[in-house]
């Protein structure tokens, strides 16, 4: 009878505690502390997801800090700008470091600008602050084959940067217009997120790239170091003493996963728009 209650009792107990940690994660109160990662890789044609982590991340008390793995070689630039935001508004309230991968270029450098720390291996290609627009013509191949389209539209620019005809001098003008401003928000994200002055700036945003030990020495990078060292610092900097408790998204497990949910998504907003989809951060 004795051993049946002291059974009864450690499995009341054990109800007890087991209840108490279900209501202290329900209620996002710290359990041990940990660095999140979050893993930006491939072209940028989609900022949900990304964004869907960073602000979970954000609102768990038990995440001291977040690495922000970036390889990537740019991207559209609306998602791009989007993630950027993000950054800026995780960084308010905990550190985000970010580690360059082989490549962090153009948009996969915008969204690194406003981290608090960002870290590049001696060989990262990095930089390429610009925005260029490529625009198929078929016009010449279409009067070979005797192919003609017939438009009808509401206003004179409706159907600008068709791929069925040449782009006109006056068509040209807009577009230039269009990347111009485009270029300066990118000028201006960098100024602000890195704390340069907007003239440095933009006398290094032409395009070119870096490695990342010349984009160190111009002040777009802070240190050299792989992704391990910008665990160490984003703990260091969250407060966290010791070897981290490094934690991240589960990657999809299967070809039909991936099928079934990544790639639609990324397609539809990659390919969403008509008349501007070939302005991209690369």
């Known amino acids: ?110 969204i690194a600008a406003p981290a608090t720390k960002i870290y590049a291996n001696p060989g990262t290609v990095t930089g390429s602050i610009g925005v260029i627009m490529e625009i198929p013509n078929f016009k010449g191949l279409m009067d070979k084959v005797g192919i003609k389209t017939e438009v009808i539209k509401s206003g004179k620019h409706k159907d600008l940067a068709s791929v069925f005809r040449g782009v006109g001098r006056e068509e040209r003008a807009i577009l230039q217009g269009v990347l111009d401003d485009v270029h300066d928000q990118f000028i201006r994200a960098v100024s602000e997120g890195r704390g340069i002055p907007y003239k440095r700036v933009k006398e290094i945003a032409d395009g070119r790239i870096f490695t990342g030990r010349q984009a160190k020495e111009v002040g777009l990078v802070d240190a050299l170091g792989n992704i391990q060292d910008a665990i160490m610092e984003a703990a260091s900097l969250g407060g966290i003493e010791g070897e981290p408790n490094v934690i991240s998204k589960k990657e999809k497990s299967s070809i039909l996963d991936l099928l079934d949910s990544r790639i639609p998504d990324e397609l539809k907003e990659a390919f969403g728009t008509v008349s501007l989809k070939y302005l991209m951060y690369y």
């Open 1 to 110: 009878m004795k051993r049946l209650c002291l059974v009864l009792a450690i499995l009341l107990l054990a109800t007890v505690v087991l209840s108490l940690i279900v209501t202290l994660v329900g209620r996002n109160v710290p359990i041990g502390e940990k660095v999140a990662l979050v893993r930006v890789e491939g072209p940028i044609v989609s900022s949900r997801s990304t964004i869907e982590e960073l602000r979970k991340y954000r609102d768990d008390a038990s995440v001291k800090a977040v690495v922000l793995r970036v390889d990537s070689p740019g991207g559209a630039v609306a998602p791009s700008q989007e993630i950027y935001e993000e950054v800026g508004k995780l960084k308010e309230t905990k550190p985000v470091v970010v580690s360059m991968g082989s490549v962090a270029a153009s948009g996969g450098y915008y």
